[in-house]
C-alpha cells in the first residue's frame, strides 16, 4: 500500500511568508514541517502564515512543532499564525488550552498567495545566497 505524500510549499512576500502544507502531519513528517518553518526564521521572515486547508490529519507530535516553531519566532521577534487546522488538532488545540498561542484572531484573513497579489515593482524575494524563494518540499512519508 503507497504511503500518502506530504508537501509543504512556501511563498515569500518581504518579509512574509505562507506555508502551504498538504497531506497528514505526524511523527514522520514533523521533520519536514519543523524544518521549512526554521528556514522562514533563518531567511529573515517577521511573519509566517500557515495554510492547513489540505491537511487530513495532525498528531501531537505536529502540535509539538507548531509550539516550538512559535516560541522560536517569538524569541526572533516574529509571529507564527495557523489558519484552517484540521479537526484533530483544532480538538488537540481545544484539550491543551493553547490555541491562543498559534491562532489568529477569527477575524484576521489568510494572506493571499503570491499569484493571487497585484503586481509588484519589487524585485522579486530571494534567499540570503541568492537562490530564489518560493521553496517546495515534497516527499513520501515512510
Known amino acids: 500500500m503507497p504511503f500518502p505524500q506530504f508537501t509543504v510549499h512556501r511563498h515569500d512576500r518581504r518579509h512574509r511568508a505562507l506555508i502551504t ?3 497528514e502531519i505526524d511523527l514522520e513528517s514533523a521533520p519536514l514541517v519543523r524544518t521549512a518553518l526554521e528556514r522562514c526564521l533563518q531567511d529573515g521572515i517577521h511573519t509566517i502564515d500557515v495554510d492547513l486547508t489540505p491537511v487530513t490529519f495532525c498528531d501531537c507530535s505536529g502540535l509539538n512543532t507548531f509550539l516550538h516553531a512559535a516560541q522560536q519566532a517569538t524569541e526572533a521577534g516574529a509571529t507564527l499564525r495557523l489558519h484552517c ?11 491543551t488550552g493553547c490555541e491562543f498561542l498559534l491562532l489568529g484572531s477569527l477575524f484576521e484573513p489568510l494572506p493571499p498567495a503570491l499569484g493571487d497579489a497585484p503586481a ?11 537562490m530564489p524563494v518560493p521553496v517546495f518540499f515534497s516527499g513520501d512519508v515512510r
Open 85 to 95: 487546522p484540521p479537526p484533530t488538532l483544532t480538538l488537540l488545540l481545544d484539550l
Open 21 to 23: 502544507l498538504a497531506g
Open 120 to 130: 509588484s515593482t519589487d524585485p522579486a524575494p530571494t534567499h540570503r545566497q541568492g
